[in-house]
């Protein structure tokens, strides 16, 4: 039972162009959402993370939003750069559940110069 | 480089053996998790520790087993190795047990033949 899921496995976007990464949950007792990006032989970077109760948080290029009653979020890049082309992963928690994360399947982002 | 580290980085061993991996958290974190990336079931949690003691248990083999101690670092040990468990063991550690951030190590990619 997959509880978060990330339906895209691949994108690709031309770079200064916006980049939207989109993640679907099942599970309302999550508490708080984060993204995380992945570059080969490399270990998951956090990104941003937004609590439930919120429905947007920006930090520079990166924005999430967050629509609880369609259990979904997307993350967006503007403007997109070759830079970001890596794998981002969606991840949630419930704070009553442990820290543990739990995370959707990955979409790999490509951007093209 | 986000302060955890993981030895070793590949580590190819037999069909019913027993591994070792070892994972030291960033300095002052005092929560370390584990977890599992395999090519069919994603990124998934194993087991995480908070100042040496089990905190929250995840989709973990009885074959593994974890533990962490008094300086912090952590060992999640595997045993009775299958093909199976060819995957990328990631360690991460966050300051407190609770809280959104976990910073990932780079892994360790295991090779059972």
């Known amino acids: 039972d997959q509880q978060v899921k990330q339906n895209s496995p691949s994108l690709s976007v031309q770079e200064g162009r916006i980049s939207i990464l989109n993640c679907d949950y099942t599970?309302?007792?999550?508490?708080?959402f984060l993204w995380y990006k992945k570059y080969p032989a490399e270990g998951p970077t956090f990104l941003i993370s937004i609590s439930s109760i919120k429905d947007k948080n920006e930090d520079g290029r990166f924005t999430v939003f967050l629509n609880k009653s369609a259990k979904h979020l997307s993350l967006h890049i503007v403007p997109s750069q070759p830079g970001d082309s890596a794998v981002y992963f969606c991840a949630a928690i419930m704070n009553n559940a442990g820290n543990m994360l739990t995370f959707g399947g990955g979409t790999r982002l490509m951007v093209k110069p | 480089d986000s302060g955890v580290t993981q030895t070793p980085k590949h580590l190819i061993t037999a069909t019913g053996q027993r591994v070792t991996l070892r994972c030291s958290p960033r300095s002052g974190d005092l929560s370390v998790y584990w977890y599992q990336q395999s090519l069919d079931q994603g990124l998934q949690f194993l087991i995480q520790y908070y100042n040496g003691e089990e905190r929250a248990k995840g989709n973990i083999l009885e074959r593994f087993s974890a533990q962490q101690f008094p300086d912090l670092h952590s060992e999640l040990n595997l045993s009775s190795l299958e093909l199976g468990d060819s995957a990328l063991y990631f360690c991460?550690?966050?300051?407190?047990?609770?809280?959104?951030?976990?910073?990932f190590g780079p892994g360790t990619r295991l090779t059972v033949l």
């Open positions: 991460a550690s966050s300051l407190q047990g609770t809280g959104n951030e976990q910073f």
């Open positions: 599970n309302s007792m999550f508490d708080y």
